[in-house]
């Protein structure tokens, strides 16, 4: 199936290949060339850089399955606090509903009403981006700003050691960036604009990838490879902190492993640094926008442990031949054990237009993922409540309505869960959720088939749900103070239905249209999420 190339395909692209400064690089102090001191640093340790690149290539032919069918690849430099304006100026034309994103997420509760979701999401990714690959273009940018002192560093150093030291400070990150230039030039994961969640999912493939071989080249071609004799290799570093930014402390410490030969090595030191990443990312005290940085982060810590997986299970040619069929849920990058094997059901929820009258309208539709009902429940469930019930994930489909002329918006979510226990822990903990929200607790009892709301009102239980608040159905109904609208939490087996601060009038018929017309079908390429 073919498909056209858009200008939002081509910033996802962008935003894909970028490289987070995380695991930390440090930035570069060398690049000057002897009699050239009236040049531009930035300028002159680009052209240093630059002839590194057929040697990187060359290294990379060595161990990674794709092959580069355009070796000129060029190396730019930029200052990463123009990448907003950048990235500003790119999404004017892409097309890309974020307004409808903002509006699903501040209903969920992730941000507040009004929160400028893509000005945020611009400047994290300024501050935290080391470099980007540009596919296009065919280019690399760097970040290579120098101070004064820097460059007085470097002036006093010798030709070979500047030189050096430019290739050390920048190898990873090249080898990263080079890596993204193998995935563009033998894939078409760059034509696919799939959904919210499957997006992520192929992003933290391309990352999780390019992170490993970054690690890998380090491991086994740099000066600080491990020998035949498994000396410790130097490449301790510092994870997580706001932005992507990186902390002090929170070094990380392989152990050297007596007996170990080099390649048994080598995989040890990789599977070591990607769980380190996966600790950072789980257990990170982020004070300002925790569910931006870790949506932000996500592809560079899941997303290496995901390829790490892959490679200790098949080595590099493992890895080459998931482009072919891309991982569909942020679910499989979570569960590597999942890929191919628990596959996704797409839901597709009936229109409601007819149900709801001319004065309603589709305000937005995402995929949340499994990623993001656990980052909802990291958000608004307190800190010491243990419950993330987004195990068992297994598709969902959320649409937020609005009214324009009265402002009001309720949520429909539908979801399916691979069991009736797997739903029935995401009812129990959005019922805490909903009282956190709404600040104040409400009950619901069954007397006499009617409801009795918090504020001693009635309403009538519907028939198909008499007598059954057990393991097949569960029902929770609120009222929401001082309104006419309700929060309507139902579930049935393995599937769940959410309707949050409709309007009552709209209840019955809306829960009925759903549940009667709801369509789910499992999927298990990413050509059957397009059709």
Not at 50 to 79: C, H, S, W
Not at 139 to 153: G, R, V
Not at 209 to 219: P, Q, R
Not at 292 to 312: D, E, I, T
Request: net charge negative; aromatic share 12%; hydrophobic share 40%.
């Amino acid at each position: 199936m073919k498909h056209k190339i858009s200008v939002a395909s081509i910033l996802i692209l962008i935003l894909l290949f970028a490289v987070i400064v995380f695991p930390q690089e440090s930035k570069p102090d060398g690049g000057v060339k002897p009699d050239t001191k009236k040049e531009n640093p930035s300028t002159v340790e680009l052209t240093f850089i630059q002839e590194f690149i057929p040697r990187y290539q060359q290294i990379m032919a060595k161990f990674m399955t794709l092959r580069f069918k355009d070796q000129n690849v060029k190396i730019k430099g930029i200052d990463t606090e123009k990448l907003t304006g950048l990235y500003r100026d790119l999404f004017k034309d892409t097309g890309i509903k974020i307004p409808a994103k903002e509006k699903i997420l501040s209903k969920i509760g992730l941000f507040p009403n009004g929160y400028n979701l893509l000005e945020s999401f611009l400047q994290m990714y300024g501050q935290a981006a080391n470099a980007f690959f540009d596919p296009m273009a065919n280019e690399i940018f760097l970040d290579t700003k120098l101070t004064p002192d820097q460059i007085n560093a470097i002036n006093r150093l010798s030709y070979e050691k500047r030189k050096k030291k430019v290739e050390d400070d920048w190898s990873r990150t090249l080898v990263h960036e080079l890596t993204h230039a193998l995935q563009y030039q033998n894939t078409n994961l760059f034509l696919y604009n799939v959904n919210n969640d499957t997006n992520l999912a192929i992003r933290s493939l391309c990352e999780g990838e390019a992170s490993l071989a970054g690690y890998y080249y380090t491991l086994e071609y740099s000066d600080r490879a491990i020998s035949s004799s498994v000396a410790k290799p130097d490449i301790s570093f510092s994870v997580g902190s706001q932005g992507g930014g990186l902390s002090s402390g929170s070094i990380i410490n392989l152990d050297e492993q007596a007996g170990m030969d080099a390649k048994a090595a080598v995989k040890y030191y990789l599977a070591s640094i990607a769980s380190q990443f996966c600790h950072t990312w789980d257990t990170e005290n982020i004070p300002e926008n925790p569910y931006l940085w870790r949506v932000v982060m996500f592809p560079y810590c899941k997303g290496m442990r995901f390829a790490q997986k892959v490679h200790s299970q098949g080595n590099w040619e493992a890895i080459a031949k998931l482009y072919a069929n891309p991982p569909l849920s942020t679910e499989q990058i979570i569960h590597p054990d999942k890929y191919n094997k628990d596959f996704p059901q797409r839901i597709k929820l009936p229109g409601l237009a007819e149900t709801l009258g001319d004065k309603w309208r589709l305000g937005g539709q995402e995929i949340i993922g499994q990623l993001g009902v656990e980052l909802m429940f990291r958000e608004l469930l307190p800190k010491d409540d243990p419950s993330i019930p987004s195990e068992g994930w297994d598709g969902d489909s959320c649409a937020l309505y609005e009214n324009p002329e009265t402002g009001q918006s309720f949520l429909a979510w539908y979801f399916a869960w691979d069991w009736y226990l797997h739903a029935n822990e995401f009812f129990n903990s959005y019922k805490k959720v909903i009282g956190l929200k709404y600040k104040y607790a409400v009950t619901m009892e069954s007397i006499d088939n009617n409801i009795i709301w918090a504020d001693g009102e009635t309403v009538k239980m519907p028939k198909d749900v008499l007598g059954q608040l057990f393991k097949n159905k569960l029902l929770a109904a609120y009222r929401i103070k001082d309104t006419d609208n309700v929060i309507w939490l139902e579930k049935r087996s393995d599937a769940l239905l959410l309707l949050e601060d409709i309007p009552e009038e709209f209840v019955e018929a809306v829960r009925e249209k759903i549940w009667k017309s709801v369509e789910k079908k499992e999927v298990r390429s990413v050509e059957e999420y397009l059709k």
